[in-house]
């Protein structure tokens, strides 16, 4: 009861030349909370090099060449049982392309999905860290109609960080029961579930469902990055060379010592379990300062001041 094991939604995709990110009021505040997310178009590209297409979802219908070309570029769909790598149209009917044969121009965090994956399946309270989400593109799959579908499954982790999966299903026209009916409003429905949980893709009775697979890995959370080997370059920073002028100074502690600055921000280090995060959880012109002298190789040490 305490947990949330998956989640879900679906975002509108607009047709039109507007982005249906435009919000009307003038104050910042009301564009950032009263926004309604909205998605263009998702453009794939796929093919072999030099000799790629590109197919633009939704299409006016299901037997658009380009939607029929994709389908038939695509490869049978197997499934990790014990071990290996198995093709059974029995429980699983479905082809795919791997990463390396397309591309798309869709991206789970311009529209907010990783934050809320972020905050319903990785809860730090839980953890006494803050741990965050990192979305990887691994699959694009088609299920076809009159029979494709993939019997219920737990998914076989890639990797120990691996926590859970991110399925999106994008906008065409297939139906997966006797009684559906295809919706009207073209949008991208997405689901999210940790990696031991069962699920399956029902049979698709008619059309074609399209799906693009994230695998989700447990990553620093974004308060937690000071310190760590990321692809920032601390010598590009604007504090790194003045304090390099400082120390090559002729007039600067000739015989060494300990330099003391004071933080430009107040963290809750006297509390037992956030003080673990430090220094990690330094910001701004804190971390900016700290990950400078890092990559000048100075020790350095977090000490409390009671003022």
């Known amino acids: 009861s305490e947990s949330t094991f998956a989640c879900g939604g679906q975002i509108p995709v607009i047709l039109g030349p507007t982005t249906g990110f435009e919000n009307e009021k003038s104050d910042v505040e009301s564009q950032i909370f009263d926004q309604v997310i909205m998605t263009k178009p998702v453009t794939i590209r796929y093919g072999a090099p ?6 633009r979802l939704p299409t006016k219908t299901t037997k658009d060449p380009g939607f029929l070309n994709l389908i038939s570029t695509c490869e049978p769909a197997t499934f990790g049982r014990e071990g290996r790598d198995v093709y059974d149209e029995q429980y699983r009917k479905a082809t ?3 990463t390396s044969d397309f591309c798309t121009d869709f991206c789970p965090y311009e529209t ?8 319903l399946l990785m809860p730090s309270i839980k953890r006494k860290i803050n741990i965050g989400i990192r979305a990887e593109l691994y699959k694009l799959n088609i299920y076809s109609g009159p029979s494709g579908k993939f019997k219920a499954h737990v998914d076989t982790p890639r990797s120990e ?9 994008l906008p065409s026209e297939f139906d997966w029961s006797p009684c559906s009916q295809a919706d009207q409003t073209p949008c991208i429905q997405w689901a999210a579930f940790y990696s031991d949980c069962s699920h399956e893709v029902q049979e698709v009775t ?6 693009l697979t994230y695998n989700l890995y447990a990553s ?8 760590q080997k990321t692809s920032m370059d601390a010598t590009c920073l604007p504090v790194y060379r003045p304090l390099i002028d400082l120390l090559r100074s002729h007039t600067f502690m000739n015989e ?8 430009a921000h107040a963290y809750p280090y006297t509390h037992a379990l956030l003080h673990k995060n430090m220094p990690a959880a330094l ?3 804190d971390m900016m300062l700290y990950e400078a002298l890092l990559a000048l190789n100075l020790r350095t040490e977090l000490i409390r001041v009671m003022d």
């Open 161 to 169: 960080t691996q926590v859970g999966s991110l399925v999106l299903c």
């Open 112 to 119: 907010g999905i990783i934050d809320i994956v972020s905050q």
């Open 206 to 211: 008619a059309g074609h469902r399209v799906t």
């Open 220 to 227: 620093r959370g974004s308060g937690l990055l000071a310190g």
């Open 96 to 98: 795919k392309l791997d």
């Open 256 to 263: 060494g010592g300990f330099m003391a600055i004071g933080l």
């Open 283 to 285: 910001k701004g012109a």
């Open 50 to 55: 030099g000799q790629g297409q590109t197919l």
